[in-house]
Structure formats: C-alpha cells, structure tokens
C-alpha cells in the first residue's frame, strides 16, 4: 500500500469523482440498483449507487436487503460483469452491401468513447486481466475489444463484504486489489464513514487531485487494510487447494461427471454470469433481396448442444460432457491455452445456477475421490 | 494518455473477409464441388493443410480446408467442398462469377519439409483427400525429395471418389491405392475399408511420415494399422474436424482439451492428440 499517496475523500466526494469522469468524456459505468439487483449501468451521478443496500446470495439464490448504514459498495458482485461493457452480448463485426455486380464490406467501426468502471472488484481486474490474454495477448487482436479495453479508467474499491459463495481469497484473486487500476477505494465504515483512495496511475492522480481530500493518517491505512484482511476472514468458501490443472486432466472419467450432469440443466446461466467466459458465434442477417446482409458476434455458451456441433453430429452430445468440459477448461486446460487459469473466485456461477450448482464442492468431490481411488491402489 | 483513437491503432480486424470470385466450377461427386476462386483484390497465399473460412454473404461461414493452396498472396485457391448444410450447400450453389469472402490462412499446416528425404504415405478417407491433395502435389512437383510416395484413398462407393482422372495421373509417378466400402459391377478395384490397405503399403516404418485425414473412426483404424507397421506416433501426422466459428482462437467452439484445433492445428501427431481422441465426447 502507497501510504505516502494515499489520501482520504468524504462520500459525497463520489460525486466529485464522478464528474471528474464525465468531463473528461468518459462514460462512467458503475454499480445500480435494477430489477431487484445490482447491475452495472450508465451513472450520471453518485446519489444513482446502491446506497445502502447490501445482497444476499447463497447457491441458486440472491436476494437484496437494506442496510443498516449509507455503504455505496457494501455488496458483492452481482449477475453482471465489466465484460459486457468489453465484449458485449452482441456486436455488429460488419455489414457487406451488393453494387455494381461487386460487395462492399464495410467493417464497423470501434467504440471510440473511452469507459470508466467505477467499482472494479479485485476478482474482477482479475478476471479483465484474464479476457486481456484471451482477446489481445495472442497473435489475432479481436480489435472491438481492444477499442474498449484501451484507455478504460479503472475504478477499484477493495471488498469488505464478501457474498456466501465468494471464494476469491483462495483463488488469489482477492479481496484486496492488486492487478493495475487508476484509483483504488476502501470503504470505512468503523467511525466516520470515509474512503481511503489509493492512487494506481498518473490520470488517476489527476482526476483525485480535482476532489476535496486529506491526507491519509496512519490509523486510517491501519483501518482500510483491516477491511480486506476482515474480509478475507469472513469468507467461508474456499477452492480446494490442489494442483488443479492436474487434477483435472486426470479426472476425464470420473463418476463425479455423472453425479453432477444429473442435476445441471444445461441452462448456460454460469457461463453467461462468468466474467472470463469469452466463447462466441456468430449470425448473420439478409435483407429480403439479400443485397444488404451483417455479421453479429454474439455470446454462446459450451453448454449448448449447438456449440460443438459438425457435420454428422454434436462433440458433446451429453450434458455430462458439457460441465466436464466447462469445469476442466476453466480451471485446467485454460492454462495451456492462454497461460492462466479461467476462474478469479467470485461465485456468479454458484449464485445464478438455477440448481445451485457449486463449483467448489465439484472440484472437492473430484479431488476427494481421487485420493480414495489413490488410497485403493496405493 | 494515448493520443491515437481505437479505430487508429486497431484499422483492421480479422473477422472481415476479402472477396473472391467463383471462376471454375467442377462437380466432383453427387454432393461434392470443387471451386476456383479468384481474389477480388488481394488474397493470401497459403500452406499445405491450412483452412480458409469461406462466408456466404447472408447466409454464413464455415471452415473448408484448401486443396488447392495459392503459392502467392494474388493466386487462385481451390477448395472442395462437401454439401453437407445450409453454409457448406450455398458455396457448391455459387454460380460462375459469384462472390464469396474468405478469410485465412487459418491453421498450421502439413510438415512436408520435415517429412523430405523420407517416405510419404498419404491416407484419405472420402473428404479427407481435398486437405491432401496439396500433400500429394508437393511430392509430386518435388518427386526427387522424397523416397516412396504412396496415396491410399478410400470412399464409401465408387460414385464417391474425388479426383478420379488426377488419381489416374497420380499413379504413373507414386503409388496410388484405392478402396471403396461398397461397390456394385462394374467395379473392379478392392472393396474394403481404408485402414486395411496400409499393411501392403510400400513405405520404410522407421523413414515414413504418414499424413491422414478423415472420419474420426477411419483416423483411429488407420492410427492402429500404421502403429501395427512400426510407425512412431511422432510421424503420424492427423488433421482434424472440429465446429469453428471464428478460425483465429478467439471463440471457442474447436477446443479439444487444452489445444485449440483452428490456432494450434488442425494438424496434429497422433503423439500430440491421440490420448485426447480416444476420450468419449472430449
């Protein structure tokens, strides 16, 4: 921690903040209450912030509940992720018009308004570090993406409330943050309530030096760092703590894949709510003469029937196929694919799995099973 | 703060396709078309064994592996296509002059340099031939760099066989070994599956590299005989069919355990996938 540039705002200097953003001509895009849920959406102000609310989540299960103070980031992550600002739901790639016996492909062009993220958890710039390998850290760029990854102000605010199915601290993905960010926020509710800002970059020095601030004294860095180390503390999930790219990749045929294929439904809520997951298809559409057609990326998800499907039939016909395939890549064969692991430990999956669906007891009863059938043959 | 915008440091992205215009069309079998395609613009060369993702414009893309790679980024490319679905079925459809986009070269591609000085034994289960082709003219223009060269090419019926005038012009310079599942008269060549002609198939185990491409059943039968002749898995070079939506690794569809079959392959050594293959639904 940067104590010498560390500094303390009001809450009301959120406001400030926010403006800062605005006038700089980033879209601001932080957490709001909707729908009975926190999402990310488009913030004109700081008053437009869960304010007060906290959520209650369990597996297959969230629910949000007031409050007894004015915490703005008193909450963990909700069903959405920085990703659908950075790969959306859909795009348009390109759209190709018929003239002169000729096509005219015309690309569409890059998102050229800079974002800001206010309220980036740890497990999420984690997670945006991830998609940076996947999407811009190989030989082919997927160029929408990196319009909008470039120059996005990140906004960090360190967890000092972590959900019944966070497991971050065991994935070294959090509480507190640690991958690049502009301007990290504690939340302190202990006394006065007040944030402790930390200062990641150049032009997030600029946009706090434009907000009402004090120095920050050496109970007040004693106090943020309790926060997290609380955090950490009070989460009760945790992934076990195997070599789980091997575990894995030896695990193909375990009984485990049938146990847990009885229950999935196949619904692709988990890999929709995962802020890693990165899979795509794509649509095309005509006009009814067909001179004008487009191409839209779209999200997909490997738990559909359709996404491995060739000529003569589906790779993955089973569901039991499916989850093994998406538990083994997340956490195994991402690693040799992209260089990293694909889970950061916030538990979206856990939550909004219809059946509650645990990824950490799935991963536990693989390793279990495979210490008995160890034990057997030992 | 970066001073250049997005669309400046990002002018083009990879899921735009070059135009190319439909110049030959030959129909090879009932459901098979060969096409040359001529650049628009610019084109691409590509390399024995790579794909290019073939759009149908407003009806969609699909992965067709090259069976006539163009050498130089201006040249023709031929691709044989199988019409199998609504993508693979508008692109034999393409009338003379019709235009397409194609993007590529997508995929690595045959190791026909390292397999120099050696011999080669190409083996094509129906399809499977359009991505060796280019194998079989490279021996063929290099004859003298290669040892015995051998092509043993099956399909289900004699109606089915691709290619089946260059075949005849094959055999007066390599072994040329044909087979059909099942066959009425007048056929007088074997019947049998693919797998089977590789026992009496001229070639040195511990100096051949085998290339190998079709169904994934014919691939482990064929994987069985060759190891059953001493062939390493080192030099049993297979290509592989996997669902691709982007062709550049960016979307997931082809993964096949910890490798990505349109990034890192399609060519693999049974060494490198065959443990892979032989798990059910992988």
């Known amino acids: 921690m940067e104590s010498e540039r560390s500094v303390v705002i009001a809450p009301e200097a959120l406001d400030d903040l926010i403006g800062a953003l605005r006038r700089r001509g980033f879209r601001v895009l932080g957490p709001t209450v909707r729908d009975g849920a926190i999402v990310y959406d488009e913030l004109d102000s700081a008053s437009e912030l869960p304010i007060g609310v906290t959520d209650r989540q369990e597996p297959g299960s969230y629910r949000l509940e007031e409050r007894d103070d004015e915490a703005r980031f008193g909450y963990a992550v909700g069903p959405h992720s920085w990703k659908r600002f950075l790969f959306p739901p859909r795009i348009t790639l390109w759209r190709a018009k018929a003239e002169n016996g000729g096509r005219k492909i015309e690309e569409e062009p890059p998102n050229e308004t800079q974002l800001a993220f206010i309220g980036v958890r740890s497990c999420e710039l984690s997670a945006i570090a991830i998609q940076d390998r996947v999407f811009i850290g190989g030989k082919f760029v997927d160029r929408d993406y990196a319009a909008r990854r470039d120059g996005a102000f990140l906004l960090a605010v360190n967890c000092g409330e972590p959900g019944a199915n966070c497991f971050c601290a065991s994935m070294d993905a959090g509480p507190r943050v640690r991958d690049p960010y502009d301007l990290a926020l504690t939340e302190m509710l202990d006394g006065e309530h007040r944030f402790l800002v930390e200062v990641g970059s150049e032009r997030g020095a600029d946009v706090l030096a434009e907000l009402p601030s004090v120095p920050a004294s050496q109970s007040d860095v004693a106090s943020a760092l309790a926060v997290t180390n609380d955090a950490a503390a009070r989460m009760t999930k945790a992934m076990p703590q195997v070599d789980l790219h091997a575990l894995l990749a030896g695990s193909l045929e375990h009984p485990r894949w049938d146990d847990v294929a009885s229950r999935c439904l196949s619904c692709t809520n988990c890999t929709l709510v995962c802020p890693t997951c990165f899979c795509s298809s794509v649509e095309d559409t005509s006009d009814l003469a067909g001179v004008e057609t487009a191409r839209e990326r779209v999200w997909d998800s490997c738990f559909s029937l359709d996404y491995s499907y060739i000529h003569g039939g589906s790779i993955r016909a089973s569901s039991r196929s499916r989850y093994r395939q998406w538990l083994t890549h997340k956490l195994g064969t991402w690693v040799d694919q992209f260089g990293t692991a694909g889970c950061v430990g916030c538990g979206r999956c856990i939550t909004w799995c219809p059946v509650g669906i645990d990824i950490t007891e799935e991963v536990a009863a693989l390793s279990k099973q495979e210490e008995k059938s160890h034990a057997a043959t030992a | ?282």
């Open chain 2, 1 to 282: 703060m970066a001073t250049a915008t997005p669309s400046e440091l990002h002018p083009v992205g990879a899921f735009v396709p070059l135009p190319f215009r439909v110049a030959e069309r030959r129909q090879d079998t009932g459901d098979t078309w060969t096409l040359t395609l001529e650049p628009e613009e610019s084109g691409f060369a590509v390399e024995p064994g790579q794909f290019a993702m073939v759009h149908v414009f407003g009806v969609g893309e699909v992965p067709i592996s090259v069976s006539g790679p163009p050498e130089r980024p201006g040249d023709p490319i031929v691709l044989t296509v199988r019409a199998v679905g609504a993508v693979s079925g508008a692109i034999c459809a393409s009338e003379l002059g019709a235009l397409l986009g194609l993007r590529g070269p997508c995929g690595n591609s045959w190791p026909i340099a390292e397999a120099t000085a050696g011999d080669v034994v190409v083996v094509a289960g129906g399809i499977g031939l359009a991505p060796l082709r280019p194998v079989v003219l490279h021996t063929l223009a290099q004859r003298d760099s290669y040892g015995a060269v051998s092509v043993l090419y099956g399909a289900r019926t004699p109606a089915d066989l691709l290619y089946t005038d260059q075949l005849e012009e094959w055999r007066s310079t390599i072994a040329v070994d044909v087979t059909v599942d099942a066959a009425e008269p007048p056929w007088k060549g074997k019947v049998g599956v693919v797998p089977k002609l590789v026992a009496t198939a001229e070639f040195r185990p511990e100096a051949v590299t085998a290339f190998v491409c079709g169904p994934e059943v014919m691939m482990h039968f064929t994987v069985q005989a060759l190891r059953e002749r001493g062939v390493p898995d080192e030099r049993i070079m297979l290509s592989l069919e996997r669902d691709m939506r982007c062709g550049i690794g960016l979307c997931g569809h082809c993964q096949l355990g910890p490798t990505l079959v349109c990034r890192d392959g399609p060519v693999y050594s049974q060494a490198d996938v065959g443990a892979l293959l032989g798990v059910r639904e992988l």
